[in-house]
């Protein structure tokens, strides 16, 4: 088994050739629309609106820290702590608000995001952000298990409307990898 270190490092190198790869139909179409897609970072426990535990302000801390070069435009977060907790660190080294949504309410995000163009950060729950992908015209491909919080959606939109999904893992993995 790998080591988390080893894991960290990984992610560390291949994620900027998977935003290349990402990216690489930009110069037939300019200002495409990105969007980052996560799920809240770990709680500390299932009650209605808890906060992050430390393993989910580290998660928060390592999305930062991963999307800080990608130039984010605009966060999206739905009216929850652990939702704005993860968010914000990125919005602090971006020097970016944070811009609420309604999860009841998907269908008015698309509309807005497809209407904002940029780059965006999107942080939702289990059962909004696969069905987020779904809304936005991505694959968002399995159901997110209760307990997997290092999904990270990657949308990229061009101008000939073709739409390319990237989804990858970022931080600590929720389980080893065979249980997947």
């Known amino acids: 088994m790998f080591k988390l270190r080893t ?34 970072a770990e709680k500390v426990d ?27 435009q605009y966060l999206h977060s739905t009216d929850y702590i652990r939702t704005k907790k993860t968010a914000s660190p990125l919005g602090e080294k971006s020097n970016l608000k944070v811009d609420l949504y309604n999860a009841g309410d998907l269908p008015a995000l698309v509309k807005k995001l497809k209407g904002q163009g940029g780059r965006h950060l999107v942080v939702g729950h ?19 298990n209760d307990k997997e919080y290092d999904r990270l959606y990657i949308l990229t939109f061009f101008k ?3 739409i390319s999904t990237v989804m ?13």
């Open 168 to 180: 990858m893992r970022y931080g600590d993995p929720f389980e080893s990898i065979s249980q997947r």
């Open 126 to 144: 289990s059962n909004t952000t696969p069905n987020l992908v779904k809304l936005l015209g991505g694959e968002a491909g399995s159901k997110i």
């Open 46 to 72: 299932n009650s209605d609106d808890p906060p992050l535990s430390p393993t989910g302000n580290a998660r928060a801390n390592t999305l930062a820290s991963m999307l800080a070069d990608a130039k984010i």
């Open 160 to 162: 000939n409307e073709e």
């Open 7 to 40: 894991f960290s490092r990984f992610v560390k190198l291949v994620l900027p050739l998977l935003l290349m790869a990402s990216f690489s139909q930009i110069g037939f179409c300019q200002d495409p629309l990105v969007i980052f897609l996560v799920r809240h």
